[in-house]
T-cell receptor, first 115, second 113 residues
Framework: DAGVIQSPRHEVTEMGQEVTLRCKPISGHNSLFWYRQTMMRGLELLIYFNNNVPIDDSGMPEDRFSAKMPNASFSTLKIQPSEPRDSAVYFC?????????????FGPGTRLTVL | AQSVTQLGSHVSVSEGALVLLRCNYSSSVPPYLFWYVQYPNQGLQLLLKYTSAATLVKGINGFEAEFKKSETSFHLTKPSAHMSDAAEYFCAVTPSGTYKYIFGTGTRLKVLA
């Protein structure tokens, strides 16, 4: 049974470039989360989708960040233009529903380095 | 606002010794509580979760945690540490009525040979 799939696993880019991170949630899961992990700030929730609809994007840092979920099996997180302070590990997670007891299953993450 | 406190950002134990990682939450209503483990260069993996069915929760890899409402705690324990337990451990809470995880700052466990 495949877990959450993220690509690429590593991304190195130069400041000002566009970066697109991809996520395939577990089949049948209705909720999808994007997180960012840094040493300074820990794990931060960026955006939450339920049934492909963005429900809560209050964690998105600024307009340079955008996320889409065109269907139940695919989501993207885009940064344009990228800045060095965006360097972090970005995780995608999915859960069966949106209840407080639902377990979130995390992907392996994308390590982004912006030079 | 809800919060989670993990005491000790780094914990070292000898192989075979008891592992105790502390987690306290702030909530007037018992929340749902989770422990996740993160191995180097990997995502977070669920160890166990408390959903009010039982106060002592058993998880994977020999870990367990006890929910103590009077102490607002959900400490993670393992009787005998193994080298493979070296990782970072996160406590998380979802307050009643919300899907949002509130994560603690994590505790990095080091196991000494």
């Amino acid at each position: 049974d495949a877990g959450v799939i993220q690509s690429p696993r590593h991304e190195v880019t130069e400041m000002g470039q566009e970066v697109t991170l991809r996520c395939k949630p577990i089949s049948g899961h209705n909720s999808l989360f994007w997180y960012r992990q840094t040493m300074m700030r820990g794990l931060e929730l960026l955006i939450y989708f339920n049934n492909n609809v963005p429900i809560d994007d209050s964690g998105m840092p600024e307009d340079r960040f955008s996320a889409k979920m065109p269907n139940a099996s695919f989501s993207t997180l885009k940064i344009q233009p990228s800045e060095p302070r965006d360097s972090a590990v970005y995780f995608c997670a999915s859960s069966l529903g949106d209840r407080e007891a639902d377990t979130q299953y995390f992907g392996p993450g994308t390590r982004l380095t912006v030079l | 606002a809800q919060s989670v406190t993990q005491l000790g950002s780094h914990v070292s134990v000898s192989e075979g010794a008891l592992v105790l990682l502390r987690c306290n939450y702030s909530s007037s209503v018992p929340p749902y509580l989770f422990w996740y483990v993160q191995y180097p260069n990997q995502g977070l993996q669920l160890l166990l979760k408390y959903t009010s069915a039982a106060t002592l929760v058993k998880g994977i890899n020999g870990f367990e945690a006890e929910f103590k409402k009077s102490e607002t705690s959900f400490h993670l324990t393992k009787p005998s540490a193994h080298m493979s337990d070296a990782a970072e451990y996160f406590c998380a809470v979802t307050p009643s009525g919300t899907y949002k995880y509130i994560f603690g700052t994590g505790t990095r466990l080091k196991v000494l040979a």
